[in-house]
Structures are given as structure tokens and as C-alpha cells.
């Protein structure tokens, strides 16, 4: 027995003497390890994984819109902004400004605020954690917080509010909470009001900060590539030093009192289509009917399987829905959105959403629809393992909700639930006195949000609030060539195979991911090819899906489902694009599907006439959009008819799309599809999932295809000057203005410009954000970039937003920089930090299975070898502060650059409000 006793005293011994002091040692789960910094209630969170050389450092803390009163709404969010003004030691003063020193070591860094907290956080190489320890710690106590730097920053964070303000979507979802909650602080969105966003004080905002921003309220979450050890000792380096809240934390006492009868709102605005909104009350995500709710929530509106899509989406009654329901600290909202079809009423949608419930209160879900979302869960979960970033993002909102553990027990807890469960949550919470039902019906037609369409509930129009915009168009469009190596590392096209499997060029790259492979395929079918009809290929490419000879679409996407599995297909101006992600368990069967679907599509008749509508209503949602408006008509001024940078005229695209007939999509098919010109690009773990098998088996005999066409026009002889696109009802104003270059992405002079334009306009270290929404506070988004240059002559192009008031501000300032940048190119400081910045994101962005799939897609499509990836760090090396200066010269006049602006404004530019 002493034997024993003295074995067991030395290997907890052991255990511990790996462990610095001044920790308590928490829980582990799921690989995650919790550790308390004893001298002052720090909540740390380790998990390491090296498959790849990145880490994700985030810092939760318990505080969000939640915590705020009237008068003060908003605040939580507002100082997540202010946060990056900086302290003492770090600040744009004394040349450490967060963004840049973060942004130069090539870092992936946002902060977000939403109901019950705020989180910050940096992907980045891993060799840089103790400076994001550093950055994160320095801010939690020692923030400026002056006032020039809220007044800057309130206008920016109000030009938020508007771009929200533009959505439908967003109105309607701002009420139903609204009216939902009475009491209790759900009652306000995240953004705040206007009124509160434009008034809140200097002093208010300490207030906030010196109530919640504490260790003993602070969560710190490091995952990827690090040292356990290292780690705790950095973090107690940091930390240590600072004390624990003097007072406690405040908690919430208020509770929303019992509804005693369905509520409803109304929400009236110039717009296109309508949108209904039904929401009911449900529990804190903590409850354990939390997980039968999150089945509930698949069963109706995930995927075609779904019951809101077939009662819906395929009977034309809607263009798009979704449910949310997130997992909050408190009682929440289980809401439907539905994005109502043209010709489609209010009142239908409504009724067919709540038959739907009513329909599942009384004869329950079958136990194939739980299977089927137990598995789409399980597959979700795998998928969420892919990078250090989306695990520490999980993590953040378990965290939130009250428990960290949630996250690596939510898959366990899943696979419990049975139909009956599910029936009993829709039977307690879906009852007409716990809703809220809310209509946004149109005034007349007017003009927001392009991902109305979309509709994703993550975006700025929603409660969970970026600082900065999520990236959208420009942000695709400006993507790296390729991004490069860091000196000295040579080992990734190696590492890669590729083979011509039945004519399919064929690329596998392995990564760190366990049992999950995602694929990225393209094929020259984009827009291009069309002649007589816009719409043409568009509408072929997505029939693919809507059924084949063996499988109606149903068939399709229960197999898929069944699995969760994802397959899409999206037509471009160039290429018909495939994106999936399966199990490695599941390759075969979804390579067989896709085949099928490429090889074999019914083309129905009546499917066709059923996208058609879909893809009108999706359209029509499209002409509320400021920016697609604004961007859509430089392209026209730029370009000819013809040329494929043209951006047809919407109502074009409709009139195209109501006049197809089956005979043309099968016309066209037969013409062009094939494997000839396809890539296919699968990332992931992929060593021993029998890809090559499956495509060899799954693609024999395919014949056929098309050459992408080369179009030889000329943009047009355009004079500088202004045009307006006058939208009424919008709160918000989107610019563009730019030129055609002529560059394509493989000549000689596009890196030099690249790295030039990096410098002007790529995110929060780029000129244009630290200069005109930074400094001057005149919009919340600002960018510069290069597009339609992958297999033609490109443009260039800024992109801002701006309230209508502060457009002329807005464009005086974004001319200045312009003017300056093109006359007088950049320092070389400037040119080495960029070489920096982008050797860092080469690590972050191949850091998943994603990220590698589309890089390497990107240029393959480009006719560049794997090698190029190897390649790639000598010549952007090699770049000159001389080559750069003069390709923006060379290239860019600011005397002849186009300017459009789309919103509530006159031809002048002037806002309308002011008539």
C-alpha cells in the first residue's frame, strides 16, 4: 500500500510540476484544458493542435448588449471599436497602432459584439502569441478611451447603423425583439438606437469599461500551434499583473415577464418584396430542452429536406428562409424568417409556417428526420474542427451562454434526442401567446441589402455585430494571387498531387484536419458563353441540382443531408464553380452524386419554371442593394455591352430569365458541358480517402466540354466625372469609383500593383481605413481592389459607404488619398510592412482545408504550376519600392477616374432630405 500511495503522490507530481505556478488546474473535455489564474479569476482555455503552424489567441468577455439601459445602448459595442484606438504603449501615436503592429505580422484580427458578450481576437503565425498576449492584456486596463477617438468613431459605428437601416430584413428583425422583449435587454439590438450611438459620453463609456473589462469577467481562449507550458507562463507574465475587478461583477435581475397574448409589428419602407417573421419564446440555452429545439430547428428549414423548403421555397411562396435560434444566456427567440416570392402574400406565408408547427405539435417528426439531423450535427461538428479559428469561435459562444463545456458535449447531447422530445419543445414553447409575428411590407419600390437574398443572419444587418464589414465582393475580388511564402520554407507543392483522372485535372493537397475533405471545382460554363440570353448559364448551372435521371431533387438532397454533406453550384462570369465538404467516410458517395448531377440532369420542366421564379425574386431584391446598384453601373460606364466586366442591367437579367424554356438550358448543356477545362481541387484528409478511385469510377466515359471563349473588346473611352443612382428610403450611401486598367493577373506588373494597391486600400492597415474612417470617422467601410483581371484586362476600383450628409466629406477625403497615393506612390516602410503582412497570411490562410482548396484552385484557373506556390515569397520579395511607384503611375490617373454613388441623393449628390 505505501508502494501505491508513494506511486500515486509522484505522478500527480509529475503531472503538476508541468503545470507554472499561481494556476488552478479546471476541467478538461474534448482535448480542451481549463486552468484559473489564481490572483485574479482569469478563465484560460488550451487546446493544442500542430497540423499546421497558426494559432487563434481570443479573449471573451462577459459583457454585451445585455448590460446596457436606455440611454446607453449601444455602448458595448461602440467600445469594442474604441478598443482599437489603443493605450499608452500602444496607439497610432507613437506608431503601434493595434491593426498595424497585428496586421503586419499578417494576422487575421475582429472583434464582435453581440447579447451576452465581447470577444477579440487574432489568428496568426504562431511564433507571434506572446504578442497578442501582449496587445490583449496592455487593452483590458489601460485603454485611452479620449474623446476625439469616440467622437471619430461614433460617426463610423452610426454609418453601421445605417448600412443596417438599408435592410428590410434588418428593420423587421430590430422590431420582432423589440416587441418580443418588454423588460428585459434582449429588447434592444446590439447596434443600439441611433439616438443613444450619437450621444453616450466619454464618462458613460468608462464607466462600462471599468465595470466589465476584468480578468475575474474575461475568458482567454489560445488554440493551434503552441506550448502548453510556454502559453501559461506568457499569460500569467501579462495578466498576472493585473488585479480582479474591485467590486463584483454586476449580474442581471431583470426578468421578462410571462407574454399573456401573440404580439405584432409592422414594418413599412420602400422596398421590393415583403418579409414574415413569426418568433416565440424559448429557454436559456443552458436548458436542456435547448438540444431537442436545435433539432427542431434542422427538421424545419435545413436544406431541401426541410419542411419549411417544401412547404415554401418549392412552392413558390418564398424566395429564402431561415430559422434563428442561437443558444443565449437567458430566454431567448426561436424566430422563421420567410422572404416572401413575388405574387406571394403576407398572410399565405404565415399560415403555412404556423400549419407547419401546428402540423408537428400534433403528429410529431419522424425518427428519420432526427436521424437526419443528428448526422448533419455530427458532420457539422467534424467541419468546425477545421482551423484554429473556427474552434475558439464555438468555444466563444458556449462561453456566452454560460458553460464552456457545451460546445464539446453539444454533439453527445444531439444524439439523445428522439421524436418525441422533439414534438414536446414545439407542444411547450410554439404557442400563439408566447409569439411575436412581424410583416415588412414594401411602400413602393426602392432600393438594401444584396444579401437580403442571402439573407445571413450573421452579417451587419443583424444582432451579432463585426467592427468591421464581413467580407463581401471587394474582398473576394482583391484576393492575393497567391499568397506567399515566408522565406526559407519550401516544402507545400511537394506535398501535392495531381493527375488527369477520365480528362479532369485532378489536385489533392493534404492538410491537418481529421476526417473531413473539402473540394473546389470549376468549369469554363460561366456567363461568358452566353449569347442571346444573360441568364442563360446561370440558370443551367443551378438546375444541376434540381434533379437527374435517377433522383428527383428531393432524392438528391435527402442523400446528401443524410450524410451532411454539402454540394453547390454557382455560375460566374467565367466558370461553373462546385463547392463541397463531406466526412472522408462519405467521398465516394458524394463524388458520385456530383458526377451524377453533371452527367446526368432531368432538366423538369416544371423545376425550371419553379428556379425561374426563384431567381427572379432573388433578383428583385438585388435592385434594394446600394452597392450592387452603384457597382453594376461603373462597370456599364467602364465597359461595352459584351465585354465580360459588363454588369448587365437587373431588369435585363429578369426580363432573360422569365423568357428560357427547357429547350435552350438543354441546348446549351449539350454544347458545352463536359470534363474539358474542369479542375478539381479536394484539401483535407484526403490520403486515404479513395478520391481518385471515386472520380475515375464516377466520371468514365464523360465526353465533351467547351473552351473558354477569348473576348477581345476594349473598355470604353470614358470621361471622368459623377453619377447618382437615386435610391429612396436609404439611411446609407454606397460609392465606387475607378478605371479600367488593362492588367491581368499573370502580367509582369500586377504584383508590383498588388502590393501598391495592399498598401492604398486592404483592410484596417491600408490608407483609406486608418486615414478616412480611423482618423476622420466618415464611414465604418473603405476598400480599394483589382477585379475581372483573371483571364481579361481588369479595373480598379474604391468601394465606401457614406450617410448621404457626409458623402461630399466622404468623397473629398477619398480623392485626396487617391490623388496623393497615385502622385506620390508609397514609402518604403509601407512596401516592407506589406511584404510582412502577407508572408503572415500565407500561414493563416492555409491554416484549413479551405483555404488551401481555394488558393490553389485560384491558380490553377490562372494556368500557373503547383510550383508557383514555392515560387512565390522570392518574387514578391523581389518587388521594388521603384517597380511599385511606377506601375501606379503607369496605371492609375486620378483625373480620369469614374465615380458612381447609389442611394437616397440627387443627381448632384445631394441628399433627398434636403429638398
Known sequence: MTRILFLLTFLTTMVWATMPEGYSKG??????????????????????DHSA?????????????????????????????????????????????????????GARLNATTWLDRTNYFESIPSEYLETAIDIESDRMRNLLLRKEDKDAEMTVVRNEFE??????????????????????PYHHSTIGWRSDIENVTIPQLREFYDTFYWPNNATVTVIGDFDEENALNLIKKYYGKIPASPKPIPQLYTTEPK???????????????????????????????????????????????????????????TVNNFNFYAQLQYPGLFATYAFLAPGATHEEVEEIILKEIDSIKTNGVSAEEVQRAINQVEAETAFGRDGSFYIAAQLNEAIATGDWTLYTSYADNIKKVTPRDVQEVANKYFNE???????????????????????????????YHYRPPMAGPEASLNAPPMAPMPEGKSSIAKNIRRSTIQGIDVILAPTGVKNVVTFNASLPLGDILNTDNSMLADITGRMLDKGTLKHDKFALAGILENMGARLNFDVGTYTLTISGRCLTKDVDKVIGLLAEELRQPAFDPAELEKLKKQRVGNLKRMLEDTGTQARDELTRLLYPKGHPNYGEKIETLIEDTEKITVDQVKDFYTRHYGPRGMIFVAAGDVKNAGLEKAIENSFNGWKGGTERP?????????????HAVTMEGKTSTSMFMGLPTGLKRTDKDYLPFYLGNTILGTGFAGRLMSI????????????????????????????????????????????????????????????????????????????????????????????????????????????????????????????????????????????????
Do not use: C
Not at 63 to 76: A, H, I, L, P, Y
Not at 268 to 295: C, F, I, M
Open 259 to 317: 407574454q399573456e397574448g401573440p404580439r405584432r409589428v409592422v414594418v413599412k419602407r420602400p422596398g421590393q418584396l415583403g418579409v414574415v417573421a413569426v418568433a416565440w419564446k424559448v429557454p436559456e440555452g443552458t436548458h436542456k430542452d435547448s438540444y431537442a429545439l436545435n433539432v427542431l430547428d434542422k427538421i424545419l428549414s435545413s436544406g431541401k429536406s426541410s419542411r419549411y423548403y417544401k412547404a415554401l421555397q418549392d412552392k413558390n411562396k
Open 433 to 463: 401567446d408566447q409569439s411575436t409575428t412581424g410583416y415588412f411590407i414594401p411602400k413602393k419600390p426602392g432600393g438594401a441589402s444584396a444579401r437580403a437574398g442571402a439573407a445571413h443572419r450573421l452579417d451587419d444587418q443583424g444582432i
Open 772 to 915: 478616412i474612417r480611423d482618423d476622420e470617422g466618415l464611414t465604418y467601410g473603405i476598400y480599394s481592389a483589382h477585379a475581372g483581371d483573371i483571364y481579361n484586362g481588369g479595373y480598379w476600383y474604391i468601394t465606401a459607404t457614406f450617410a448621404p450628409d457626409l458623402l461630399e466629406k466622404g468623397m473629398n477625403s477619398t480623392n485626396r488619398e487617391l490623388k496623393r497615393w497615385a502622385e506620390k506612390g508609397v514609402t518604403a516602410e509601407e512596401l516592407a510592412n506589406v511584404k510582412k503582412r502577407l508572408a503572415g497570411r500565407y500561414k493563416v490562410g492555409l491554416a484549413t482545408s479551405a483555404g488551401m482548396a481555394r488558393q490553389i484552385l485560384s491558380f490553377i484557373q490562372r494556368g500557373l504550376d503547383l510550383s508557383y506556390m514555392d515560387q512565390y515569397p522570392s518574387l514578391i520579395q523581389a518587388v521594388t519600392l521603384e517597380q511599385v511607384n511606377k506601375v501606379i503611375k503607369k496605371y492609375i490617373d486620378p483625373d480620369k477616374v469614374v465615380t458612381v454613388v447609389a442611394g437616397s441623393i440627387d443627381k448632384d449628390g445631394k441628399p433627398l432630405s434636403s429638398k
Open 710 to 722: 477569348v473576348i477581345d473588346m476594349k473598355p470604353k473611352a470614358v470621361k471622368a466625372g459623377f
Open 163 to 184: 448600412r443596417g437601416e438599408n435592410s428590410p430584413f434588418s428593420a423587421l428583425n430590430k422590431s420582432i425583439w423589440a416587441t418580443a422583449f418588454q423588460a428585459f
Open 53 to 105: 503552424p497558426v494559432l487563434t489567441f481570443m479573449v471573451t468577455y462577459r459583457v454585451g448588449s445585455r448590460n446596457e439601459v436606455t440611454g446607453t445602448t449601444g455602448s458595448t459595442h461602440l467600445l469594442e471599436h474604441l478598443m482599437f484606438k489603443g493605450t499608452p504603449k500602444y496607439n497610432k501615436d507613437n506608431g503601434g497602432h493595434i491593426d498595424n503592429v497585428l496586421g503586419n505580422i
Open 27 to 48: 476541467r478538461q473535455a474534448g482535448g480542451i484544458q481549463e486552468y484559473t489564474l489564481d490572483s485574479n479569476g482569469l478563465t484560460v482555455l488550451l487546446m493544442e
